[in-house]
């Protein structure tokens, strides 16, 4: 890789219009707890490697990040660990945390992707956050994965996580913080998601990161890294959004009629003072090839928002191999009022459950709801 390169995209949009879906407004009947006693958030399915939603005794596996309920929501980021869910006929089966206690070598599990590699083996790819027996929590973020095999009722049998790869502090910016920073200032090097290229053949992860050589505050980014025959290999990033905003998340990368479709999640408050501010939402990047040009879906990126009366209400998409929406429910039914104003609504509208499922339609550099 260049010394100091660009990423193959940037995204530099000049206004935000009438684009974009209106995710549907989210009700009291949507809000139903999956665990009771726990707050539950960024979620993504067991796949295949090809991306469909793998299907096991009858039943999908579904990975939410956890914690107990807390009087503030925030500080579940601080004590979140991986959480095994099913879902059948019968509705949804809790199977307790995914890795066992200890194993982890950081201080909490955050966001990935995993994958079923063969009839019952799973790899899953995660964030460690900080480290194991530190003092003090920091915003430390390490790529790792984990094999364990699936059984009846869950998954065992996990073997030792192993890093994949380490930001070099030049194109990918070391996510070490440890300061106590305001939400949305934090650096990135997480939410690894495994994408095979199904033109290529060739194994890749797509992930949240920061630009190294862009000494700003806001240096969001888009990276790639790349399986070889000695292991996975940091790659030139996809997107860099550098003086727009400071974090793309839980990043993916989905093929779908001959096109690579690139989203992300976002939210209003970590777009630059400078830049035109858009809604929480997903956004994306549409291109021919993995390695670009790519093109702002839908004109400016905007894919789909929170309703403009709730604009708050969900968060953290992941699209599935079937086209289906899935994310969390965040602070909804707020009806206009601010959490600053009314800082009782900070635990009685926080959802910390599913939010309901829609669907995406793509059509070349046009994406809709369906």
Same mark, same amino acid.
């Given at each position: 890789?260049?010394?100091?390169?660009?990423?193959?995209?940037?995204?530099?949009?000049?206004?935000?219009?009438?684009?974009?879906?209106?995710?549907?407004?989210?009700?009291?009947?949507?809000?139903?707890?999956?665990?009771?006693?726990?707050?539950?958030?960024?979620?993504?399915?067991?796949?295949?490697?090809?991306?469909?939603?793998? /299907?096991?005794?009858?039943?999908?596996?579904?990975?939410?990040?956890?914690?107990?309920?807390?009087?503030?929501?925030?500080?579940?980021?601080?004590?979140?660990?991986?959480?095994?869910?099913?879902?059948?006929?019968?509705?949804?089966?809790?199977? =307790?945390?995914?890795?066992?206690?200890?194993?982890?070598?950081?201080?909490?599990?955050?966001?990935?992707?995993?994958?079923?590699?063969?009839?019952?083996?799973?790899?899953?790819?995660?964030?460690?956050?900080?480290?194991?027996?530190?003092?003090?929590?920091?915003? /430390?973020?390490?790529?790792?994965?984990?094999? =364990? *095999?699936?059984?009846?009722?869950?998954?065992?049998?996990?073997?030792?996580?192993?890093?994949?790869?380490?930001?070099?502090?030049?194109?990918?910016?070391?996510?070490?913080?440890?300061?106590?920073?305001?939400?949305?200032? &934090?650096?990135?090097?997480?939410?690894?998601?495994?994408? *095979?290229?199904?033109?290529?053949?060739?194994?890749?992860?797509?992930?949240?990161?920061?630009?190294?050589?862009?000494?700003?505050?806001?240096?969001?980014?888009?990276?790639?890294?790349?399986?070889?025959?000695?292991?996975?290999?940091?790659?030139?990033?996809?997107?860099?959004?550098?003086?727009?905003?400071? /974090? &793309?998340?839980?990043?993916?990368?989905?093929?779908?009629?001959?096109?690579?479709? &690139?989203?992300?999640?976002?939210?209003?408050?970590?777009?630059?003072?400078?830049?035109?501010?858009?809604?929480?939402?997903?956004?994306?990047?549409?291109?021919?090839?993995?390695? =670009?040009?790519?093109?702002?879906?839908?004109?400016?990126?905007?894919?789909?928002?929170?309703?403009?009366?709730?604009?708050?209400?969900?968060?953290?998409?992941?699209?599935?191999?079937?086209?289906?929406?899935?994310?969390?429910?965040?602070?909804?039914?707020?009806?206009? *009022?601010?959490?600053?104003?009314?800082?009782?609504?900070?635990?009685?509208?926080?959802?910390?459950?599913?939010?309901?499922?829609?669907? &995406?339609?793509?059509?070349?550099?046009?994406?809709?709801?369906?």
């Amino acid at each position: 890789m260049p010394e100091r390169p660009a990423a193959t995209g940037q995204w530099r949009p000049t206004a935000f219009g009438a684009e974009g879906a209106r995710i549907p407004t989210i009700g009291a009947a949507d809000v139903r707890p999956l665990v009771p006693g726990l707050d539950l958030w960024d979620c993504w399915p067991l796949t295949h490697a090809d991306g469909r939603t793998a /299907e096991h005794a009858g039943r999908t596996w579904w990975f939410f990040l956890s914690s107990a309920q807390f009087p503030d929501p925030v500080q579940r980021h601080a004590h979140a660990r991986i959480r095994l869910l099913s879902r059948g006929a019968d509705g949804w089966r809790d199977h =307790g945390n995914a890795l066992p206690d200890g194993l982890t070598p950081g201080s909490r599990e955050w966001a990935g992707s995993a994958i079923l590699t063969a009839e019952d083996q799973v790899t899953l790819y995660y964030t460690v956050a900080g480290r194991t027996g530190e003092p003090d929590l920091t915003f /430390e973020q390490r790529l790792f994965a984990v094999a =364990g *095999r699936l059984q009846a009722d869950g998954i065992g049998e996990w073997q030792t996580p192993e890093e994949l790869v380490v930001a070099d502090g030049a194109i990918y910016q070391v996510a070490n913080d440890r300061v106590e920073l305001a939400p949305g200032t &934090l650096k990135a090097f997480r939410d690894p998601f495994f994408f *095979r290229d199904p033109v290529t053949g060739r194994d890749h992860l797509i992930f949240t990161a920061s630009a190294g050589w862009a000494e700003v505050a806001h240096n969001g980014m888009v990276g790639l890294a790349t399986r070889t025959v000695t292991g996975w290999q940091l790659d030139t990033p996809l997107i860099d959004a550098i003086g727009v905003n400071n /974090e &793309l998340e839980r990043a993916q990368v989905h093929y779908r009629a001959g096109a690579y479709y &690139l989203l992300w999640s976002t939210q209003r408050h970590t777009f630059a003072p400078s830049a035109p501010a858009g809604p929480n939402g997903i956004y994306g990047m549409v291109a021919d090839s993995l390695r =670009g040009p790519w093109r702002p879906i839908n004109g400016s990126g905007l894919v789909a928002a929170n309703a403009p009366d709730e604009p708050q209400q969900s968060y953290s998409w992941v699209l599935t191999g079937e086209d289906e929406v899935w994310s969390f429910v965040d602070y909804w039914g707020l009806a206009g *009022r601010s959490l600053a104003d009314h800082p009782e609504l900070v635990r009685s509208r926080f959802g910390g459950t599913a939010a309901p499922v829609f669907r &995406l339609r793509f059509a070349g550099d046009t994406v809709s709801l369906a």
